[in-house]
T-cell receptor
Framework: DVKVTQSSRYLVKRTGEKVFLECVQD?????MFWYRQDPGLGLRLIYF???????EKGDIPEGYSVSREKKERFSLILESASTNQTSMYLC???FGTGLTYEQYFGPGTRLTVT | DAKTTQPTSMDCAEGRAANLPCNHS???????VYWYRQIHSQGPQYIIH???NNETNEMASLIITEDRKSSTLILPHATLRDTAVYYC??????????????FGSGTQLTVLP
């Protein structure tokens, strides 16, 4: 089974703090994604990466950055956390370089910024 | 993404088949239908996808009509653990945000004991 793990299930941070969310997948997938999910707004893509050291912006990259130094690990960084970044953050991975929407998600990190 | 329409909610008795419909009348000839589900407070889970032939895996079956304008996800023997929101998605391969998943409102399936 594909396993995508995220570093924390719940996280509470203060406004202005730098926040690191880690995601690791064990299936040698090329593609990795960071989404946030908010009630009424659905799933929104923040960034994705289709190879090591490669990244592309999604629909809502402002206030976030990412890092992919190893194939299995994709990190999301909130440079200076703000209350409007309180959300559920979901990491996903998928196989292949073609267009595939068969994505495998981690359990999510519920981040609260106070 | 091609627009999909799903019922807001459905109930199913435990042990019975759950049939979840989805309309996607604007689907193009080369667009796949994907199904995901999300159990409360967990990450989404991929279930199955198909183009025009019926598909089956260990989780579910997907029946796509011949005109491809609708499909049905079938959970053959629903259990309480199948209670979740089920999303039918037809990703748009032609926009700039390739590989991005967009979930609509989905169908809340409640499996009753």
């Amino acid at each position: 089974d594909v396993k995508v793990t995220q570093s924390s299930r719940y996280l509470v941070k203060r406004t202005g703090e730098k926040v690191f969310l880690e995601c690791v997948q064990d299936m040698d997938h090329e593609n990795m994604f960071w989404y946030r999910q908010d009630p009424g707004l659905g799933l929104r893509l923040i960034y994705f990466s289709y190879d090591v050291k490669m990244k592309e912006k999604g629909d809502i990259p402002e206030g976030y950055s990412v890092s992919r130094e190893k194939k299995e690990r994709f990190s999301l960084i909130l440079e200076s956390a703000s209350t409007n970044q309180t959300s559920m953050y979901l990491c996903a991975s998928s196989f292949g370089t073609g267009l595939t929407y068969e994505q495998y998600f981690g359990p999510g990190t519920r981040l609260t910024v106070t | 993404d091609a627009k999909t329409t799903q019922p807001t909610s459905m109930d199913c008795a435990e042990g019975r088949a759950a049939n979840l419909p989805c309309n996607h009348s604007t689907i193009s000839g080369n667009e796949y239908v994907y199904w995901y589900r999300q159990i409360h407070s967990q990450g989404p889970q991929y279930i199955i996808h198909g183009l025009k032939n019926n598909e089956t895996n260990e989780m579910a079956s997907l029946i796509i009509t011949e005109d491809r304008k609708s499909s049905t996800l079938i959970l053959p023997h629903a259990t309480l653990r199948d209670t979740a929101v089920y999303y039918c998605i037809v990703p748009d391969y032609h926009t700039g945000s390739a590989r991005q998943l967009t979930f609509g409102s989905g169908t809340q399936l409640t499996v009753l004991p």
